[in-house]
């Protein structure tokens, strides 16, 4: 079965920097673009950051362009976000996609409906 996990959730102070990481299960499922979404409560889920599957391009949400860094390594089948200086505001459950293709502008890259695999998701509190 084709999977897709979190990992490196959990509790942190605003301010303080997190790394998740996503490993998939198959490499099929991490040949093309891949993402993280992130869902606060009572909140629809939310684009954070994509990467196509060379990784010579990233695309971030507006919210943390300067302070999130993703990454991917394909011969582990893992992608990366690398968050600093984290605040409240983005406690959330934090979500690996991945697509089928591979996305090459922000646009497309930043819509949920394009990523067919999606992970469980982690939960990432930042505390004030």
């Known amino acids: 079965q084709v999977q897709l996990v979190e990992s490196g959730g959990g509790l942190v102070q605003a301010g303080d920097s997190k790394r998740l990481s996503c490993t998939a299960s198959?490499?099929?499922?991490?040949?093309?673009?891949m993402a993280w979404f992130r869902q606060a409560p009572g909140k629809e889920r939310e684009f954070v950051a994509s990467?196509?599957?060379?990784?010579?391009?990233?695309y971030y949400a507006d919210s943390v362009k300067g302070r999130f860094t993703i990454s991917r390594d394909n011969a582990k089948n893992m992608m990366f976000l690398q968050m600093n200086r984290m605040k409240p505001e983005e406690t959330a459950v934090y979500y690996c996609a991945a697509a089928r293709t591979i996305y090459y502008d922000a646009q497309r890259g930043s819509r949920d409906q394009n990523y067919f695999y999606w992970g469980q998701g982690t939960q990432l509190t930042v505390s004030s």
């Open positions: 198959e490499r099929t499922i991490s040949r093309g673009s």
């Open positions: 990467i196509p599957r060379n990784g010579d391009s990233t």
